[in-house]
């Protein structure tokens, strides 16, 4: 069975900071993780890693995939109050049927 | 812009009713699906259907069914409803090959009493 642990499961810092989201995971036949940011609502995409050590960026948020260790971190730097929000982690396995698998999520609070 | 819509965004039913949540997008996606949220559980696969009429059990299909009689519509049951469905019900939808770009619905929140 597919697993994706997500750790802190809740963080709190102040603005201006940087936080690093940790996101595991244990998949047959891995092809993807992805990460996701929910605020209210529904979930919505912000990467998707396929291969090792490749950086993807986008403004203040990164994110790098480890296929040895099995791991995946989003860095967020300078955060600012609408970061806050849930991050969720999610990988695809299973011979590529598109269906994914979701971590808990980290509750990331940004206090002003 | 991708439009993922549910029918409702509260529902209160009683144990026992059979529960009806729609999905609807209108960017002719192959791909649906159902989740369903729980605090310190994230988000669990109920279903998903990668075409008309088709359908695949996800993580935890017991106690629900789908239909996909129309490509744009995504429909998961409840036959009869009990309290541990209480949840917040997710939708999704992507295009076949893309299932990075999962767009979601805004949520069904349903309690069961």
């Known amino acids: 069975e597919d697993k994706v642990v997500q750790s802190p499961l809740s963080l709190v810092v102040h603005e201006g900071d940087t936080v690093t989201l940790n996101c595991s995971y244990e998949v047959t036949n891995f092809r993807s993780l992805l990460w996701y940011k929910q605020e209210k609502k529904a979930p919505t995409f912000l990467f998707m890693l396929t291969s090792s050590g490749i950086e993807k960026k986008s403004g203040r948020l990164s994110s790098i995939l480890d296929k040895k260790e099995l791991f995946s971190i989003l860095n967020i730097t300078a955060t600012q109050t609408g970061d806050s929000a849930v991050y969720l982690c999610?990988?695809?396995?299973?011979?590529?049927?598109?269906?994914?698998?979701f971590g808990t999520g980290t509750r990331l609070t940004i206090i002003p | 812009d991708v439009k993922v819509t549910q029918s409702s965004r509260y529902l209160v039913k009683r144990t026992g009713e059979k529960v009806f949540l729609e999905c609807v997008q209108d960017m002719d996606h192959e791909n649906m699906f159902w989740y369903r949220q729980d605090p310190g559980l994230g988000l669990r696969l109920i279903y998903f259907s990668y075409d008309v009429k088709m359908k695949e059990k996800g993580d935890i299909p017991e106690g629900y069914s789908v239909s996909r009689e129309k490509k744009e519509r995504f429909s998961l049951i409840l036959e009869s409803a009990s309290t541990n469905q209480t949840s917040m019900y997710l939708c999704a939808s992507s295009l076949q090959g893309h299932q990075e770009t999962q767009y979601f619905g805004p949520g069904t929140r349903l309690l069961v009493l």
């Open positions: 999610a990988v695809e396995g299973n011979f590529g049927n598109e269906k994914l698998t």
